[in-house]
């Protein structure tokens, strides 16, 4: 666990870990919370953990709006492609990447964005360390949708601020079944692509 503190009382104490391994292997997408909220102390340090990523130049474009209230929350789920289970969750993150603060705004790579969805990512697996679930759910092309620009205006986004993502966050409620990874040669390759790698 890697955020002792009193609060930790309301989480799944067999979900915290502090190995990174763990963390990551644990890691699933969580779509069911129980009906406990989470502490702001816990919130921090998720966005401290987001802070800490990488950035191109280290430009630290991202933005994190923090959401909890329901009806803003159900707006989200609304513009999120009516999906249902983000109206349960506790709180959700709103990832945000700032144009304006990117080294090179226009560049096709989209570095802000980039950044943002690493930092973003180490959110995600602060949360799992600290017992929550989590699920990232995608809100890309955010120039060009209505609902988008409907969230933008009640959330203050300022037009150069591109919103990247949301992460549900909640105590989970469900254990996921097994999903499909692939194995790692067909995603590893040594010195020239196809030629898988072999340990
Ligand atoms: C960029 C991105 C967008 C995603 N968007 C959604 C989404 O809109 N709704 C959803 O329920 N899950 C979403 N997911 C979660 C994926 O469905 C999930 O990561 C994948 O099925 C693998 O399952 P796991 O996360 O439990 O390993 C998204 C994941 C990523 C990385």
């Known amino acids: 666990m890697i955020g002792g503190n009193d609060c930790t009382s309301t989480v799944n104490d067999e979900l915290k870990m502090s190995n990174f391994f763990d963390v990551v292997e644990k890691r699933r997408s969580i779509r069911k919370y129980k009906d406990i909220e989470i502490p702001d102390e816990h919130i921090t340090?998720?966005?401290?953990?987001?802070?800490?990523?990488?950035?191109?130049?280290?430009?630290?474009?991202?933005?994190?709006?923090?959401?909890?209230?329901?009806?803003?929350?159900?707006?989200?789920?609304?513009?999120?492609?009516?999906?249902?289970?983000?109206?349960?969750?506790?709180?959700?993150i709103i990832a945000t990447a700032n144009r304006a603060a990117s080294c090179c705004p226009n560049n096709a790579s989209m570095w802000h964005v980039q950044d943002t969805m690493i930092a973003t990512e180490h959110l995600v697996l602060a949360a799992t360390a600290l017992g929550y679930g989590s699920c990232w759910v995608a809100m890309l092309d955010s120039r060009n949708s209505q609902n988008i620009a409907e969230v933008k205006q009640a959330l203050r986004i300022p037009?150069?601020?591109?919103?990247?993502?949301?992460?549900?966050?909640?105590v989970p409620d469900e254990i996921p079944s097994?999903?499909?990874?692939?194995?790692?040669?067909?995603?590893?390759?040594?010195?020239?692509?196809?030629?898988?790698?072999?340990?």
């Open 159 to 170: 037009e150069t601020v591109d919103v990247v993502a949301l992460v549900t966050l909640g």
């Open 178 to 199: 097994s999903r499909f990874t692939k194995e790692l040669n067909e995603i590893a390759f040594s010195e020239a692509y196809g030629f898988s790698w072999n340990t």
């Open 45 to 92: 340090r998720m966005l401290e953990a987001a802070r800490l990523a990488p950035s191109t130049n280290n430009t630290q474009s991202w933005r994190y709006i923090v959401v909890k209230d329901p009806d803003t929350i159900r707006l989200l789920s609304l513009v999120a492609g009516r999906q249902k289970f983000i109206e349960n969750s506790k709180a959700v």
